[in-house]
């Protein structure tokens, strides 16, 4: 009897580690907010090495920016 409480008890205790390494591991595949530093940063090395010109560095950073404001 006490074999079988303690199998118990530890399969309950493993099954929730596991149930909160499941949950903490997806709230870190997905973000509060989306973080546009980095393309914005892309972007910005775009322009700065001649890949765009100004037109399209502008659109491309304002359209990141509106991304920014709906998330």
Do not use: N, W
Request: proline residues 3%; glycine residues 4%; neutral net charge.
């Amino acid at each position: 009897m006490m074999t079988a409480t303690l199998s118990a008890s530890l399969a309950l205790g493993l099954l929730a580690v596991i149930a909160l390494a499941r949950h903490l591991g997806d709230r870190a595949l997905l973000p509060d907010r989306l973080d546009l530093d980095d393309p914005l940063r892309i972007v910005d090395e775009m322009f700065a090495s001649g890949e765009i010109d100004l037109k399209d560095y502008q659109a491309r950073r304002a359209r990141l920016r509106r991304l920014e404001r709906s998330s």
